[in-house]
């Protein structure tokens, strides 16, 4: 027997294929793209698992090749005839027992992956209050981040570590557990290079209760890299570190990649000389690690975050080598370890403060010497002097560093345009970076064996979206609408100077203009004259009229909405006499939100998962971001299936429903209107259902909705939502909320009063909006002459 009797047919996840098959997990990945003829999985909830029977019958026309054959395997064996021997060599054994362990592992955690968003917000919620009591917020995500590093790449530490848990009780301290995790991180980090740390912050933590230390450890058990990569994010935003620490946004990070690499890249050797957290190379391997093997590289000057580096790449397969730096590696060219580098991503410091900034006399190579306090410069130059012939590279540096006029800084900017060493530079917009409000642009460079007669420029700066706290953010759409531009720029083929799809305005430069300008890189020395987008008159025309279309529609919404607001009118209330101890008039009474409406918080992640929704479903699907000034917006909506949206048939929303928002910021909530009835509330929401009491109305919407829109109202929510990473309401607190209650006919009085007022606001912000975007439009083209005014 061979172990694969006909009736053999079990299902196997991809990384038990990989390891009956003797390869990396990368190349089932691999498989499964490249050929068309590989097996269907089947779903099984959130798993997708493989038939044995089909993955033999395939592997059976895949030999193996000279350089993957092991000692024993002849010429001409197959895939298919290692599966069947290593079967045969688990059936009956402990081994096989092991194996079958495995399946049900990956099986268990491929059902967990629905639930990490809500295990996540779980942990940073008032579980962590908990577990680090008086400690610093800072030290409760090293934790969590230590625990999702040693669960994947700890071993048989993290298995002692484990049965130290079981063994633990309340008799002994919180802190010797604390203490046995941060130990073993310590020794996983330091067979990596990487100095320990981690114990001693672990230490700082003073949980309440044991049983809350080992409910968080419990917790961590369904998170994976995408919820490191969050934590990386909310580590960054508690720490407010200074401008040569902070971490670089996810979304500028996978721009510089994606704009950087070309179809068909040959990329092993990527570095980051500034490693910060590791976003740089984490990007990079989650693009590059599945096709090709990787070595990722990268120093830093700061042990702390170098340490979050280290756990962060280790969640990849790749080849990590990180080390401790000076802050000017421009300083120990003997210790070079970026020289030939395929791809180097970088967000290096631009200030002097803490890096060192004389240049030895050794140095000095190409590219001249920058100026004195010139570190911007003196990275690019260590950066292009890392790379190898046919390299590429993409750094973040200040916007002055275009137009700067010291004769060393234009020196240099020369000799990189003559060489061919600078191929776009992207202005960026304003506010991306947290607590930082620093401008910078990217620049892409390239060692080129023929250099190119034109650079890209690339005006951003309009994109991104300002969220109502916190930094901008660049929207997926955004970036990939930059990285198109340059791309069709780069390959010769669709690319037009002028407005892109997303807004962007982008021109190709001849070296001879940029001579003539002095060597100057700054974007808006050659993007300005492009800004009516090179339109024909004909079409500024038309987009000239576009905008005062809607304008005008603005203006007579706003005109509907004045003569309605104007109608309304007020009388003073009776004399104080009439009020009741707790300053209610009589006829009015105070109950709780939760006597007269139904409370619900949105379905859990595993039930509506991010990947279930598309633009192409058929039921829209309401999130936070939708709650606009008292409304739903409509537009970038996801969508489900039919299908999908049948049993989430509580979570449909009903005319008259109030949305408002369950973790995170407060703000304003939402009514549904009829045209939004049926559609679906996500998981970050609560919806609010008026309650009815024997077909009598005792609350009208519109003055429920103007009641949870008071400053006052949202500062009990806030004051009342639990944790302190991310502030969450319960169903149960929310509906404790106090609310007055007046006779039904004046609360639909006062509910249409203020509801005209919202409609008036809301108006006159279009009118705003239109009137700014038909200036722009007109301004653009009036002052390149493409229009002319009469």
Not at 135 to 140: I, N, P, T, V
Not at 734 to 745: D, E, H, K, N, T
Request: glycine share 8%; proline share 6%; with cysteine.
């Amino acid at each position: 027997m061979d172990g694969t009797a006909a009736e053999d047919d079990r299902l196997l996840s991809r990384s038990e294929i990989a390891e009956l098959a003797g390869v990396r997990r990368p190349a089932v990945t691999n498989w499964e793209r490249r050929h068309a003829d590989y097996p269907k999985p089947v779903r099984s909830g959130e798993v997708e698992l493989f038939g044995l029977r089909a993955m033999l019958g395939w592997l059976d026309s895949r030999p193996i090749p000279t350089r993957g054959r092991v000692s024993g395997e002849a010429e001409g064996i197959t895939y298919a005839d290692r599966v069947r021997r290593n079967l045969a060599a688990l059936a009956g054994t402990r081994q096989e027992a092991v194996a079958v362990g495995h399946v049900a592992a990956d099986r268990r955690q491929a059902f967990t992956e629905g639930r990490r968003t809500d295990d996540l917000a779980r942990l940073v919620g008032p579980l962590g209050d908990a577990v680090r009591g008086d400690g610093s917020m800072l030290d409760y995500i090293v934790l969590l981040m230590s625990l999702v590093f040693l669960r994947s790449n700890a071993g048989f530490r993290w298995e002692a570590l484990q049965r130290g848990v079981r063994a633990r009780s309340e008799a002994i301290a919180a802190a010797a557990l604390l203490r046995d995790i941060g130990e073993a991180a310590d020794e996983a980090l330091r067979l990596q290079g990487v100095t320990p740390g981690v114990r001693d912050a672990l230490l700082r933590l003073e949980p309440r209760r044991l049983g809350d230390l080992h409910e968080a450890i419990n917790g961590t058990e369904s998170l994976g890299i995408d919820e490191f990569r969050d934590l990386v994010d909310l580590f960054g935003f508690h720490a407010n570190p200074r401008s040569d620490q902070f971490f670089t946004p996810r979304p500028v990070a996978r721009l510089m990649r994606d704009a950087a690499l070309t179809e068909g890249s040959a990329v092993r050797y990527v570095y980051d000389p500034y490693v910060r957290a590791g976003e740089m190379l984490d990007v990079a391997a989650e693009r590059l690690c599945p096709t090709s093997p990787l070595v990722l590289r990268g120093q830093s000057p700061h042990p702390g975050t170098l340490r979050l580096a280290a756990m962060n790449l280790a969640l990849h397969e790749a080849a990590v080598e990180l080390a401790a730096g000076s802050g000017a590696p421009w300083n120990d060219l003997e210790r070079q370890r970026g020289r030939g580098a395929d791809l180097i991503l970088t967000n290096p410091p631009f200030a002097a403060a803490g890096v060192e900034r004389g240049l030895r006399d050794g140095a000095a190579l190409s590219y001249g010497r920058p100026a004195s306090g010139g570190v911007a410069f003196a990275w690019l130059r260590y950066v292009l002097l890392s790379l190898r012939d046919g390299g590429r590279a993409s750094v973040v540096m200040p916007v002055s560093a275009g137009a700067s006029t010291d004769h060393r800084e234009r020196d240099i900017r020369r000799k990189a345009v003559e060489d061919g060493a600078v191929e776009c530079i992207v202005a960026l917009p304003p506010q991306l970076f947290s607590r930082a409000q620093v401008s910078v642009c990217l620049w892409f460079l390239h060692r080129p064996p023929v250099a190119r007669e034109d650079i890209l420029f690339v005006d951003a700066r309009g994109l991104g979206d300002k969220a109502m706290r916190g930094p901008r953010v660049l929207s997926d759409e955004h970036v990939a609408a930059v990285v198109q531009t340059v791309q069709q720029w780069r390959g010769r083929h669709g690319f037009h100077p002028g407005r892109q799809g997303a807004g962007h305005v982008a021109v190709a430069v001849p070296r001879d203009v940029i001579r003539e300008a002095g060597y100057s890189l700054q974007p808006a020395d050659y993007i300005d004259r492009w800004m009516s987008v090179a339109a024909a008159p004909d079409d500024a025309m038309s987009e000239a009229v576009a905008t005062g279309r809607l304008l005008a529609k603005t203006l007579t919404r706003a005109a509907a909405t004045d003569s309605i607001a104007d109608e309304m009118a007020f009388r003073p209330q009776l004399p104080a006499a009439a009020f009741s101890y707790d300053g209610l008039p009589h006829g009015w009474q105070r109950v709780s939100l939760a006597d007269v409406v139904d409370v619900a918080a949105g379905p859990s992640y595993s039930r509506l998962p991010a990947d279930t929704r598309s633009m192409a479903g058929d039921v829209r699907v309401v999130m936070p971001k939708h709650l606009r000034a008292g409304r739903i917006a409509h537009g970038e909506m996801q969508k489900v299936t039919e299908d999908l949206a049948k049993p989430l048939a509580r979570f449909r929303l009903m005319a008259g429903d109030i949305l408002c928002v369950r973790s995170g910021a407060q703000m304003p909530p939402a009514l549904v209107e009829e045209q939004e009835a049926g559609w679906l509330f996500g998981t970050n929401l609560m919806r609010l259902r008026i309650l009815d009491t024997f077909q009598t109305r005792l609350l009208d919407p519109g003055y429920l909705m103007a009641y949870l829109s008071l400053p006052e109202t949202l500062g009990w929510l806030r004051e009342h939502a639990q944790g302190t990473a991310v502030p969450s309401l319960s169903v149960r607190v929310l509906g404790q909320l106090p609310l007055p209650l007046p006779p039904f006919a004046h609360q639909q009085r006062l509910g249409a009063a203020l509801g005209a007022m919202d409609a008036q606001i809301t108006a006159h912000r279009e009118i705003v909006l239109a009137a700014t975007r038909r200036r722009a439009v007109l301004a653009a083209h009036l002052m390149t002459g493409v229009l002319i005014p009469e």
